[in-house]
Each structure stands twice: as C-alpha cells, then as structure tokens.
T-cell receptor, first 114, second 115 residues
Framework: AQSVTQLDSQVPVFEEAPVELRCNYSSSVSVYLFWYVQYPNQGLQLLLKYLSGSTLVESINGFEAEFNKSQTSFHLRKPSVHISDTAEYFCAVSPTGGYQKVTFGTGTKLQVIP | DVKVTQSSRYLVKRTGEKVFLECVQDMDHENMFWYRQDPGLGLRLIYFSYDVKMKEKGDIPEGYSVSREKKERFSLILESASTNQTSMYLC??????????????FGPGTRLTVL
C-alpha cells in the first residue's frame, strides 16, 4: 500500500514570485510519481510525471519536480508564477508493478495574488 | 485529444433514489476509474475497471456499484442515495495501465447533491 502527504492545503504567493508545493510519499514498493492540476470548474489533467531516468522532470508551462528517493519526496517548483497558475495541485503515486491504482494526495490550492 | 465525458455536470437527487452516473471515453482505453473528490480529502478511488465486464473495488466502494458492458462506457450506480454521498464525482480513463505508467485522463466531474 502507498500513501501521499501534501502538508500544505493552501499556498498564497504573489505573482512572479517562486513557489514550492510539497509532496511526500510512503510505499513498500517502487512507485511512479505524478503531479496533476485542476483549474477551476475543470477535471484534473497531468502536469508532469516521473517514471525513471533523470530525477528532475519538467512540464511545458515552467513547472519542475525532483524525485528524491532518500527523502521520499517529489516537490513541485516554479521560479516565477503567473495568475493563470491559480489552481489545485495533486501529487499522486502508483506502484510500478501490477494494475494501475493511483493514490492521490489531498491537494494544495495555489492562489496567485496580483 | 482524449475526451472523457460525463453525463451531467450537476445532479440533485433525493435520499433513497437510485442514481446512475455515466462516463464515456473516446480513446479506446482499457482502464476506467471512478473517484469522489471532497474538500480536504482529495480524490478517493471508488471502483476501477481494466477490461469490459471486469471491475475492482477501490478504497471506498461501500454504497456504490459499477457496470462496464462496453469498453468506452463505465457507469457508477448509487443503489440508494444518501446525504453522505453528496460529492464531486470524477471519471478517468487510461491506456493499458499495467505498471502504472499511463496518464489518467479525467472528465469534468459531476457534482451530486443528495437531499
């Protein structure tokens, strides 16, 4: 079984400031890691994922996340946020073997302040 | 683009009613999922299906059932709706899915209110 912890339920940040959304996971097996984003009144969509290889993964809109196995973390960062980044962000994990069962964290609402 | 559609965006039902939530995907995905989303609890898996007529219980299956008669359609059934089933329901689908590498594609959600 696996679990995901997102300690920050809300993160307010000023426009153009950097942001880090924290994610820690627990699992007895190897996992794949994901960040999904949910814009207001929409379903979730994949932001980025770590499967293997380089521990630093990037999205097309400037977010990046680094897999840290020793700290069991997969924090999401962006050096300069925009108003359009206002959304709820979900960290998720899935075991590398067997059928896909994804466990989601409780979400972090990012509020970008003009 | 993958498209996952859900039959209703908003639904209001009375306690004890039988409720059907429908989900359709157009990308020939093997896997389909039903989640409920509640503030502070994130997404919790209700049921998933990895093939037609196959289903697996998720973390919170009590009070729900599912049906998958065709590959593109996955239905969630509330046999006797209760007020504690008031929630946002999200459907998702993914290709293949063995090993967990595949992206899940989500529908827009159905906000169900049970009075």
């Amino acid at each position: 079984a696996q679990s995901v912890t997102q300690l920050d339920s809300q993160v307010p940040v000023f426009e153009e400031a950097p942001v880090e959304l924290r994610c820690n996971y627990s699992s007895s097996v190897s996992v794949y890691l994901f960040w999904y984003v949910q814009y207001p009144n929409q379903g979730l969509q994949l932001l980025l994922k770590y499967l293997s290889g380089s521990t630093l993964v990037e999205s097309i809109n400037g977010f990046e996340a680094e897999f840290n196995k020793s700290q069991t973390s997969f924090h999401l960062r962006k050096p300069s946020v925009h108003i359009s980044d206002t959304a709820e962000y979900f960290c998720a994990v899935s075991p590398t073997g067997g059928y896909q069962k994804v466990t989601f964290g409780t979400g972090t609402k990012l509020q970008v302040i003009p | 683009d993958v498209k996952v559609t859900q039959s209703s965006r908003y639904l209001v039902k009375r306690t004890g009613e039988k409720v059907f939530l429908e989900c359709v995907q157009d990308m020939d995905h093997e896997n389909m999922f039903w989640y409920r989303q509640d503030p502070g609890l994130g997404l919790r898996l209700i049921y998933f299906s990895y093939d037609v007529k196959m289903k697996e219980k998720g973390d919170i299956p009590e009070g729900y059932s599912v049906s998958r008669e065709k590959k593109e359609r996955f239905s969630l059934i509330l046999e006797s709706a209760s007020t504690n089933q008031t929630s946002m329901y999200l459907c998702a689908s993914s290709f293949s899915g063995r090993g967990g590498t595949d992206t899940q594609y989500f529908g827009p959600g159905t906000r169900l209110t049970v009075l």
